[in-house]
């Protein structure tokens, strides 16, 4: 289920300019208003990182009421 709450406070939408310290790593999740990531908790250090993300598993499209997009079952993120 996707959840979106447009209501939701904005302070988290942008963020200013930063430089990522060396084996550091800025993460942002994919929905500004909902995700907590690096503007929340910080950079992530590299040795925190446990694995790497090779294929999608699935896609939505958003602007056609959350329709999947067949085309990116799982296919390799490098190869898109």
């Known amino acids: 289920m996707v959840k979106h709450d447009p209501?939701?406070?904005?302070?988290?939408?942008?963020f200013n300019t930063v430089t990522v310290?060396?084996?550091h790593y800025l993460v942002l999740g994919d929905n500004r208003r909902n995700?907590?990531?690096?503007?929340?908790y910080g950079?992530?250090?590299r040795k925190?990182?446990?694995g790497?993300?090779?294929y999608v598993a699935f896609s939505l499209n958003y602007d056609?009421?959350?329709l999947p997009k067949t085309h990116r079952f799982l296919?390799?993120?490098?190869?898109?």
Request: hydrophobic share 35%.
């Open 52 to 54: 790497k993300a090779n």
């Open 21 to 23: 310290p060396a084996e």
């Open 64 to 66: 056609n009421y959350y």
């Open 43 to 45: 950079f992530v250090p």
């Open 35 to 40: 995700s907590a990531d690096s503007r929340v």
């Open 7 to 14: 209501t939701k406070s904005s302070n988290v939408a942008s």
């Open 48 to 50: 925190e990182l446990k």
């Open 75 to 80: 296919k390799n993120l490098y190869a898109l």
